[in-house]
């Protein structure tokens, strides 16, 4: 009897694990698909590799560009999650996925240098090494063609996060690297899997310092498809910082919170003053317009910032809106309840005003979490 098709020719212990495994995480990458593979084909002659992409359900379906070539070619394969999203989680998922004990990580876009490949994994292979970069900012590296604003943006960030990790690194930001699978297992339970930072995530991580090389590489500029870096992006990279410093301590979404409560009172007494000295209104009045606005401002920046995975859109903004309005009333009698109740034994105004907003605040994070952002994760 004829063996099933599906049966490799071999027997099933002639078959092993490819050396190196190259995670591409996509969102509508369909046009550089078959390019990229094209290029890692060249790029990796003579290395036993295999591509994993990981698409996160791409409206423009690269994961069947990415499927198409399965077909005929073994050394590709796709991981098409479905209700998610995140640059970061997807390499992570891409990367336990294989059996490769070197695992790179390099864009979709054919901005990443994939000549550097071998290189990077000949380093691995022959010195005690964790981790190699591919670095944009040492001797021979370059952003290629890159706005200055973007360049600004990005020296910025790289200079925080570099006092984050308090390693030697000279692009801690960088999308392209490789590194041992046993790095992965030791740090794969303390990653925050936020943003687009995942190689800062890795090396923020880690209990010990790692053992890492740079090697540089020119980025490139983007061919086909856009690039989905945006404000949000720059906010979850400040996400992850904050995760990878007091994380321990305290939930982000609180620190986030928090930082836009505080926003919040700028726009609280900004409407209050205005109100008082430009319309001359009464105080009562335009306090009280100041507590909606400032509620109303708090509650769509959290929408967008805070809770950007579980964000509500369209009509659930309503029902949002009054039981965030409802929750903040609430807490903000029980911070004038606790504040003077304090103020009244001890007279400590400031102090006394302090712990009326720290309970005021744990009362709106915890409330608001329930029962306006309880929802699934959009993707
Ligand atoms: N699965 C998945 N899910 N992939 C995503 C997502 C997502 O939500 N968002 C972006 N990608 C994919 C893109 O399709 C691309 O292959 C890669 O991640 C990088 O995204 P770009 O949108 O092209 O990012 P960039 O070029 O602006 O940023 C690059 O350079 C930065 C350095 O400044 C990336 O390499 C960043 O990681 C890097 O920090
Ligand atoms: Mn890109």
């Avoid at 994961?63 to 390499?91: D, E, H, I, K, Y």
């Avoid at 970069?133 to 604003?149: A, I, K, M």
Wanted: glycine fraction near 8%; include cysteine; aromatic fraction near 8%.
């Amino acid at each position: 009897m004829n063996a099933p098709a599906h049966q490799p020719a071999t027997t099933s212990h002639a078959w092993s694990a490819p050396e190196v495994c190259v995670v591409v995480p996509t969102f509508n990458e369909s046009a550089n698909v078959h390019a990229l593979v094209a290029q890692l084909e060249a790029a990796l002659a003579g290395v036993a590799w295999e591509v994993v992409f990981v698409d996160d359900d791409s409206p423009d379906h690269t994961f069947a560009q990415a499927w198409q070539l399965s077909q005929t070619n073994p050394r590709v394969r796709c991981l098409r999650r479905v209700g998610r999203r995140g640059l970061a989680t997807a390499c992570i998922e891409g990367m336990l996925a294989t059996a490769a004990p070197y695992l790179a990580v390099m864009d979709g876009d054919l901005q990443h240098d994939e000549t550097r490949l071998p290189l990077m994994l000949q380093a691995l292979r022959d010195q005690d090494l964790d981790l190699v970069v591919g670095s944009r900012y040492t001797e021979g590296g370059s952003l290629g063609q890159w706005s200055s604003d973007r360049i600004r943006t990005s020296r910025v960030a790289t200079a925080l996060a570099q006092r984050v990790l308090r390693a030697p690194l000279h692009d801690p930001m960088s999308g392209f690297f490789m590194l041992r699978r046993e790095v992965l297992d030791r740090v794969v339970h303390r990653l925050s899997g936020m943003g687009f930072k995942i190689l800062l995530d890795i090396v923020a991580s880690s209990p010990t310092p790692l053992r890492i090389q740079e090697v540089p590489f020119e980025f490139r500029p983007r061919q086909a498809g856009q690039s989905k870096l945006d404000e949000r992006v720059i906010y979850e990279f400040l996400l992850l910082l904050a995760d990878k410093t007091v994380g321990r301590f305290v939930p982000t979404r609180l620190v986030s919170f928090a930082a836009v409560g505080g926003l919040g009172v700028g726009v609280h007494l900004a409407v209050l003053s205005t109100l008082l000295a430009g319309f001359g209104a009464a105080f009562a009045v335009a306090q009280t317009a100041a507590v909606v606005v400032s509620m109303m401002f708090n509650f769509f920046v959290n929408n967008t910032l805070t809770y950007q995975d579980k964000k509500l859109t369209g009509w659930a903004l309503i029902p949002g809106l009054l039981k965030f309005m409802a929750a903040c009333a609430l807490g903000a009698s029980a911070n004038v309840g606790v504040a003077s109740y304090l103020y009244a034994d001890w007279g400590n105004w400031l102090g006394s005003g302090l712990a009326g907003i720290v309970v005021g605040l744990f009362w709106n994070y915890s409330v608001t979490s329930m029962l306006v952002w309880s929802g699934r994760n959009r993707a």
